[in-house]
């Protein structure tokens, strides 16, 4: 018996348009949209930092860097810290969560610090997963982390929720970050964070054919990189193809808008600390403290798109954006 049209269309609506997800040992929460693989979520393995990878647009295209996780041919393999998308900052009470890959050689027996940046190096540890749950048009994780010093003592809890939506053209995430401080911490005025994304190498500016422009128009890392902006949107081929990744500052967040961290080897990064670095000028202080039991919180959009900035039709989707806050 062959069903009406309409009937039809109506049961095959759910198979063709959620985001499911998926808790996987070890560590790790499976996203799938529309049907599909679409990324996953790891949970600060090895006590390095939470992040999420791969990223790609609504067509397939993948927009984020795969080193360090895999091989991929023609790739940068420059700063192994840049994971995918991330939260992360590198400088907060003299203890370094931006970079947190595990340390080359033998690990010695006491905490030391690293003789370069004169930091210690932190990690994180997955403390609770309060939500993992799909739906029709969108799909939220909801995970807490300990933020660890050199010597394993939690300085702050990390809550991360992350929202996947369902779109026949876009891949849009909303990533919110809470941070509790158990302790005093400051953000210390350092370029290196904070919400981030490494993208494909083929995206570049300095290795492929990418472009990157903020909200007021500038274009290319001279004109953005240290920069204040609501938005910017980085574009460039993958596959023969442009496609870009936007970023959207929320204007309820810290010191709107946020700095740009921004960079033409494909690091793509909000950061509203590094101010003495991109001012370039020294006795400005972008630090921020946070007393034992406040909160310090961050909202951003991700928009993953086919096109450059102009055909995703970038400022028109951050006004809707703003809109509904």
């Not at 006590?47 to 647009?57: A, D, E, H, I, R």
């Not at 003299?94 to 210690?120: C, H, Y």
């Not at 055909?311 to 809707?320: G, S, W």
Request: glycine content about 10%; hydrophobic content about 35%.
């Amino acid at each position: 018996m062959r069903l009406p049209l309409l009937a039809s269309f109506i049961l095959a609506l759910p198979l063709c348009a959620q985001v499911k997800i998926t808790q996987a040992a070890p560590g790790r929460i499976l996203v799938e949209i529309d049907g599909k693989p679409y990324t996953t979520f790891y949970l600060a393995p090895g006590g390095n930092k939470p992040y999420v990878w791969p990223l790609s647009t609504a067509s397939g295209a993948v927009v984020t860097r795969h080193y360090p996780m895999e091989e991929f041919p023609g790739e940068t393999k420059d700063h192994p810290h840049h994971r995918g998308m991330y939260f992360a900052h590198g400088d907060i009470n003299g203890i370094n969560f931006w970079q947190t890959e595990p340390r080359m050689g033998p690990v010695p027996a006491v905490p030391q610090k690293d003789p370069g940046s004169g930091l210690w190096q932190g990690s994180m540890r997955l403390k609770q997963i309060v939500a993992a749950k799909g739906g029709k048009k969108s799909g939220t994780i909801k995970a807490v982390f300990d933020g660890l010093d050199a010597f394993g003592k939690p300085i702050m809890t990390d809550t991360r929720t992350i929202t996947f939506y369902s779109d026949p053209r876009l891949r849009t995430i909303d990533y919110e970050v809470a941070i509790h401080a158990q302790e005093k911490l400051t953000f210390q005025d350092t370029k290196e964070g904070t919400f981030a994304i490494r993208l494909a190498t083929s995206m570049t500016e300095e290795k492929g054919g990418g472009r990157m422009v903020n909200a007021e128009g500038k274009e290319t890392e001279k004109n953005v990189w240290g920069k204040r902006s609501a938005w910017v949107d980085y574009s460039g081929p993958v596959d023969g193809r442009t496609v870009g990744v936007a970023i959207f500052d929320n204007p309820a967040n810290p010191r709107y808008p946020t700095y740009w961290h921004s960079r033409g080897y494909g690091l793509h990064a909000a950061n509203i600390f590094g101010v003495h670095d991109f001012t370039g000028d020294k006795s400005q202080d972008g630090s921020m403290t946070i007393e034992p039991g406040n909160e310090l919180h961050f909202r951003y959009r991700v928009v993953i798109h086919d096109g450059d900035a102009v055909a995703a039709r970038i400022a028109d989707l951050y006004q809707e954006y703003t809109a509904r806050q």
